[in-house]
């Protein structure tokens, strides 16, 4: 039986789903597979939890936030800031709001508690607060590594002392930092604010807002809400941190924003120099030179991070990327182990090993790595779409539809999940479902034109040939030259005897692509493509 073009994506390291190129060339079946990365996680019941409207989300927060009054050692007021009642009962805020306190006391509906420090973390500048009297809060912590820019988020503060003050934004950059994500967002925020709370729009608290106002321009930036769960484990590491690294990260923050590597490189050379000791600033050089492309520097810096702070996951990682960057592959692999051996719950570092593991070939080890991803994010359909592609690979072509079929349930409006679940159907040998998925696909995304080439393929292996030759028709008249719905139609046109047609197909493809109307004319039943399994 003569054979189709089957449309391939070439592996890429991309965003997930985006829209795939059409031509020849990318139909071609060959030994490549491909993977999507991820660089943002979706919050994990995203899919599942329908959000709350911004009345909503204030009646459930505004209960958790307290006035931080900080009194000097005369017992005189000299600041005040905000702070978030935790579940733990105990209240947290930035580290600023209460230095050099000779007494702490925090206002809570009209009513003052005594007040002290129980953990601090200095270079994070985030602390939590013991309260007598103060009653634990009803609070969900969310989760940084699941935001995505773009989502909605609402900032809460007492910046006038008992003034509550509610604004919304959306979150407009993501930071990796070491457990979560830095987050800046067009929520506003106002000095008093310090300390107060950015919720998502589940109002589930992802941070604490930080006032910062830097030449001129507001800046709201939020800590991530991992720091203050991470601050019992930080006594002892926060007294080895120099607190002269925060100057140097503002500044190199603002060349990074602007993308000055150059800059950047030159000012974190400084940094080194000043404070040799410092993770951070040979960390930050090596993003620098990685963002140059300057590799065995990039290298050579995040090894100095690694060797002066081992037990921080992030310049593991960033490591592992460079290793990637310049070819090493066994390297990059065992950079990306060691990162999620320090954090388990790393999900990030679990995607970036899985993908280090599909590029190397090592399938079975990719799906252990997704497994760990799905563990820790498993309302989450594009990481269920990678288990497919994992799966896909290692030849299971039952649980990659399951996993693709769970992607397309968590995002039913994602026609490239719909299209990958028909392929993995055809694979397993379920032509039907096959057929089922595209046409759903197309219920989805219309203009879809590759769905259509997919589905005209399936019509050809069920051998409804009026079907196919009506699937390739409706894709040109999205794309009128698309190469590889040419051919095929060309091909069904010969196959039932319409010479005619097919010939002026010929021709359309001759002026479009001479070597694939080379293969139409001289032997297109030897032409290298899977009807049965596209991939």
């Avoid at 013991?130 to 995505?148: F, P």
């Avoid at 830097?214 to 991992?226: H, S, T, Y």
């Avoid at 601050?231 to 002892?236: A, F, G």
């Avoid at 060349?255 to 410092?278: A, H, N």
Wanted: include cysteine; aromatic fraction near 10%.
């Amino acid at each position: 039986m003569k054979k189709k073009i089957n449309a391939l994506r070439k592996r890429e390291l991309q965003p997930a789903s985006p829209p795939e190129p059409s031509g020849f060339n990318h139909f071609l079946y060959g030994t490549a597979r491909s993977l999507i990365c991820l660089l943002l996680l979706s919050a994990a019941n995203s899919h599942l939890v329908e959000a709350k409207t911004a009345a909503e989300v204030f009646q459930d927060i505004s209960g958790s936030v307290v006035v931080v009054q900080n009194y000097d050692s005369n017992n005189k007021l000299q600041s005040m800031g905000s702070g978030i009642i935790l579940p733990s009962g105990n209240v947290a805020t930035n580290c600023h709001v209460i230095e050099k306190a000779g007494r702490l006391a925090i206002i809570y509906q009209k009513k003052e508690y005594p007040a002290k420090a129980r953990y601090t973390d200095r270079f994070r500048d985030v602390c939590s607060l013991t309260v007598s009297g103060l009653q634990a809060s009803q609070l969900i912590l969310g989760d940084t590594n699941q935001l995505k820019v773009g989502s909605k988020v609402y900032a809460i503060g007492a910046p006038q002392g008992l003034e509550l003050t509610f604004s919304d934004g959306i979150i407009s950059g993501l930071r990796t930092v070491d457990k979560g994500h830095y987050i800046q967002s067009t929520a506003p925020i106002s000095l008093g604010s310090s300390g107060g709370g950015l919720f998502d729009e589940n109002a589930r608290l992802i941070g604490l807002p930080t006032y910062f106002f830097k030449q001129g321009q507001q800046l709201n930036f939020a800590l991530p809400v991992e720091w203050v769960i991470d601050l019992p484990n930080r006594q002892s590491v926060e007294s080895k941190v120099n607190a002269n690294d925060i100057d140097w990260t503002y500044q190199v923050t603002a060349l990074e924003e602007k993308q000055d590597w150059g800059g950047m490189v030159q000012l974190c050379q400084r940094w080194t120099k000043q404070l040799p000791s410092s993770s951070n600033a040979w960390g930050y050089l090596g993003v620098a030179y990685l963002q140059k492309g300057d590799l065995t520097l990039a290298i050579e810096a995040y090894q100095a991070a690694v060797l002066i702070r081992p037990e921080y996951s992030q310049y593991w990682a960033d490591l592992g990327a460079a290793y990637g960057r310049e070819g090493q592959k066994l390297k990059k692999i065992e950079a990306y182990k060691k990162a999620v051996r320090l954090n388990n719950d790393y999900a990030l570092g679990w995607i970036n090993l899985a993908n280090a593991c599909v590029q190397n070939g090592e399938y079975e080890q990719a799906i252990l790595a997704y497994l760990e991803v799905l563990r820790i994010t498993p309302g989450d359909a594009s990481s269920w779409y990678n288990m497919g592609h994992a799966y896909r690979d290692a030849g299971q072509f039952i649980k990659a539809v399951e996993a693709y079929r769970k992607a397309a349930t968590l995002s039913p409006g994602n026609a490239q999940y719909l299209i990958k679940l028909g392929q993995a159907y055809g694979m397993a040998g379920q032509d039907v479902k096959q057929l089922e998925a595209y046409r759903k696909a197309l219920v989805v995304n219309p203009a879809y034109v590759d769905a259509w080439l997919y589905l005209g393929v399936a019509y050809n292996k069920s051998k409804m040939e009026i079907q196919e030759r009506d699937a390739y028709l409706k894709a040109l008249l999205i794309d009128p030259n698309h190469n590889a719905v040419l051919f095929n139609l060309g091909q069904n046109y010969l196959e039932h005897g319409n010479r005619q047609k097919g010939m002026e197909v010929y021709s359309r493809l001759k002026e479009l692509n001479q070597d694939l109307a080379q293969q139409f004319y001289n032997n297109f039943s030897k032409l290298m493509f899977f009807k049965t399994a596209m991939r």
